[in-house]
């Protein structure tokens, strides 16, 4: 069951890693996505943090079992919120974006447990 964590937590990683450094070098189309759920670009930042650190925290809790399960469960509260954010906003179309990051998140996190 380690194995499994290893691809789905460093694959979840990496695509948080890939979306933090997209909201650290400001790309237009998250600023835009942003701006339509009511967020100012001045949180891309602090949120790209909470991404990135997310991300090392899935990488760390292959050695160390409860920072992954941490890193993990705080993805998933992440992303319950960004998605929540974009419901408020009523913009649905872009519900995927988020739920495809809090399902790998679920995943990680269900993983993770299973082969503690």
Do not use: C, E
């Not at 380690?2 to 909201?23: C, E, F, H, M, S």
């Not at 790309?27 to 701006?35: E, G, K, L, P, R």
């Amino acid at each position: 069951m380690l194995i499994a964590y290893v691809a789905v937590g460093t694959l979840t990683a990496v695509a948080n890693a890939a979306a933090a450094t997209l909201d650290f070098r400001r790309s237009q189309w998250v600023i835009d996505s942003m701006t339509r759920v009511g967020v100012k670009p001045s949180s891309l930042y602090p949120l790209g943090l909470l991404k990135a650190t997310g991300a090392v925290g899935l990488l760390v809790g292959i050695a160390l079992a409860p920072l992954g399960v941490a890193a993990a469960i705080g993805l998933v509260l992440f992303f319950v919120a960004a998605i929540a954010a974009h419901i408020r906003a009523h913009d649905y179309p872009s519900i995927p974006f988020p739920a495809m990051f809090l399902l790998m998140a679920i995943a990680s996190l269900a993983i993770r447990l299973a082969s503690s």
